[in-house]
Every structure is written in C-alpha cells, then in structure tokens.
C-alpha cells in the first residue's frame, strides 16, 4: 500500500527490512549502540561486523536521537541506528519521544541527501509501544515530513514484520489518506 503526498511516496511492506533496497535503513537499536534482538540483531547479522565496529567507535546514543553508519552488506548506503522510547504507561512523553526518534532519521536523510528511507516499527517489539499509538506517530511524523516538500526524501516505506504490524498500519495510514485527500494505491499502481 502507498500513499501520494504531493510531489512524494508514503509506502507500507510487508516483510524483511534487511532485504530492503534503500538510501537509509532504519535500526530500531538501544543508547549504548550494542546491537540486541529484533530488527536490531537482524541489521546487525545481515549487515556484518565493520557495522558494529562503527557502533563501537560512536559509543551510544540518547533516547529520542539517531546516529548514522555506514551499511556493510546491507543494499543500502546508510544504516540510521535510532533509539525509541520504552513504553510505561502512555504517560511519560513516550509519544513525543517516539516522534523524535522519526524526525532524528528524517533530519539524518535530508543532511545525508537520500532519496529513500526504510523504517521498521521502532519501539514496538522489546519495548513495548502499543502498535496503534505507535502507527499513529510514526505516519503522522513521516508524513508531516515529506508534506513540507523541502527533504531530500522521495519515498519513505515501512517495512512491517509481521501480519498484525501491517494491517494496523495500513489501517491507520487510510484513515489519514482519506483526512488528507492523499490518493492511495498499491505499489504498482501508477
Ligand atoms: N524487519 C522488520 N521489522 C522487524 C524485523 C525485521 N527483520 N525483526 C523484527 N522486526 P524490536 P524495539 C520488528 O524489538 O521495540 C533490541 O534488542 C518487530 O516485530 O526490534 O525498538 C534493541 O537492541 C517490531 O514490530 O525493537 C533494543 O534493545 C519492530 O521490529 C530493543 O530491542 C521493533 O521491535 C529495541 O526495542
């Protein structure tokens, strides 16, 4: 599924982020940059160690933010290692947080130039982030994003793991489709 947003492409897939072919691929990575479980140990296995010893050089990094290294084996010319927030109980600005965390790789994207960007549902595994909430800050922001015009991002895309992941995406990101008069499709709809 995708979205038109004036001039750029909002995308939904289901499946393997590692797979992905992109300017940048998101890492859903923890502050000390260690490399873990999740989408994370898969970035890292499929990407190959000269990552992680990057990570190591950088050290850590906050909650909220996002440091960018190289992609190793990945198709991709960047990996964004993004660090979200834990989720509590919805209370302790873990929304706000959660859309730093996508305006971090969306300002890493425009510095860097690139032109497609891949995200996983960042905070949504080991930390917990309900995936409605979650779906409803990561499209908003994305989409507030590329509304501006003024990014280097042509298309950014989803890549959802799993069934129940896409399917609350895509519900969400209809109903903002339909609010916004952005026309949806699938991908190879013209
Ligand atoms: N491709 C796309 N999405 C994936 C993949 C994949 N290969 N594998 C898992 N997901 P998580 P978090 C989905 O736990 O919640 C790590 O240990 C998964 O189904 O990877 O931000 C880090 O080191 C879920 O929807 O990240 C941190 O310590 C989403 O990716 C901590 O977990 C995020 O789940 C970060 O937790």
């Known amino acids: ?40 140990g898969a970035i890292h296995d499929a990407a190959g160690t000269s990552v992680m010893d990057e990570c190591a050089r950088i050290g850590s990094c906050p909650t909220g933010k996002a ?43 425009d510095e860097k130039g690139c032109e ?27 989409a507030r994003h590329l509304e501006k015009g003024v990014t280097s991002v042509k298309t950014a895309v989803f890549v959802l793991y799993d069934h129940r992941a896409f399917d609350t995406f895509a519900r969400v990101l209809s109903r903002l489709a339909t609010e916004r008069q952005w026309p949806v499709g699938d991908w190879d709809t013209p």
């Open 116 to 142: 497609t960007i891949a995200f996983p549902a960042i905070s949504t595994g080991t930390y917990a982030f309900p995936l409605g909430p979650a779906a409803e800050v990561a499209l908003d922001t994305v």
């Open 1 to 40: 599924m995708r979205a038109i947003i004036g001039t750029r492409m909002l995308g939904l897939l289901q499946g393997d982020i590692t797979k992905v072919q992109a300017d940048a691929i998101v890492n859903a990575a923890n502050s000390r940059l260690m490399g873990g479980g999740g989408v994370d």
């Open 67 to 109: 440091v960018a290294t190289k992609a190793g084996r990945l198709r991709a010319r960047w990996i964004f290692h993004a660090v979200g927030p834990e989720w509590d109980d919805g209370n302790q600005g873990e929304a706000d947080v959660l859309g730093a965390t996508y305006q971090a790789c969306l300002t890493l994207a």
